[in-house]
């Protein structure tokens, strides 16, 4: 199990922070950092977003962030949206991810930076928060793919990018074309590592790039035919196994 990261009571729950990634401010604030609310307050909540989860930009313009709220998706969002069975305090899903990213940002992989978790107990469940730094002016491959078709030299760094995860354990849960994310630099990042794990070596790797595969597919559908192809697969496995 991964360990990492200063833990701070609140008034009303518990937070996970690197005391070095987030200044005496906002300590100060604490549970109010995790609470959309307090950064319109601010005039610092610029965008949100939907999706399983509910996520904001918030925090200046010389810092931006991502707050993220943890919901619940399928059958059982119908039950509870955004509560989780509690489970002891290192499976809360912040919790985790939080980790996950600090030791994966410290081997020099490109992924978001966490800046701090937050849950908020209720009997024998929980509610949970997380927010990362912004990979500034890096769209998700899926919108990339949407405006035009992709170089060769661009799959084969996604496939390089993915090995290198892949080669320190990486298990992705949920690897689609929404959370790799490029920048103007061929720089590809990856994001929501929500219930990803570090595994040893397996089936779970081709396991991940099927999902992708499956994932691509699905949204070249309403694309021009020239955006996802045979041959840019073999680009990105090319990569993937060059790495």
């Known amino acids: 199990m991964i360990k ?24 100060r604030a604490a549970e109010s950092l995790f609470d959309p609310n307090y950064w319109s307050a601010r005039g610092e909540l610029t965008a949100a977003s939907g999706g399983r989860g509910s996520a904001w930009f918030v925090g ?39 980790r996950l990213l600090d030791y994966l940002v410290q081997r020099g992989l490109r992924v978001p930076k ?24 890096a769209p998700p491959l899926s919108a990339a793919l949407a405006r035009s078709p992709l170089p060769e030299s661009t799959w084969r760094a996604i496939g390089a990018e993915l090995a290198r995860l892949h080669g320190h354990g990486v298990d992705h849960a949920d690897l689609n074309a929404h959370n790799i994310l490029l920048d103007g630099n ?15 070596p397996g089936q779970w790797t081709l396991r991940n790039l099927q999902r992708l595969k499956r994932s691509l597919a699905k949204i070249s559908m309403s694309l021009p035919p020239d955006r996802f192809t045979p041959a840019a697969w073999e680009q990105l496995l090319a990569g993937y196994q060059a790495e």
Do not use: K
């Not at 990492?4 to 300590?27: E, F, H, K, Y």
């Not at 061929?186 to 040893?200: E, K, N, P, Y």
């Open 114 to 137: 966490p800046v701090a978790a937050f849950y908020r107990r209720s009997g024998m469940t929980y509610r949970c928060d997380l927010i990362t730094q912004l990979i500034p002016d």
């Open 186 to 200: 061929q720089a590809i990042s990856v994001i929501d590592f929500d219930r990803g794990r570090l595994r040893t």
């Open 60 to 98: 200046p313009a010389s810092q931006p962030l991502v707050l993220r709220h943890y919901r619940r998706g399928g059958f059982i969002a119908r039950l509870s949206e955004d509560r989780y069975w509690w489970l002891g305090e290192d499976r809360v899903r912040a919790f985790a991810e939080w």
């Open 4 to 27: 990492g990261g200063q833990r701070i009571a609140t008034a009303t729950g518990v937070m996970l922070a690197d005391p070095n990634g987030i200044g005496n401010a906002q300590q």
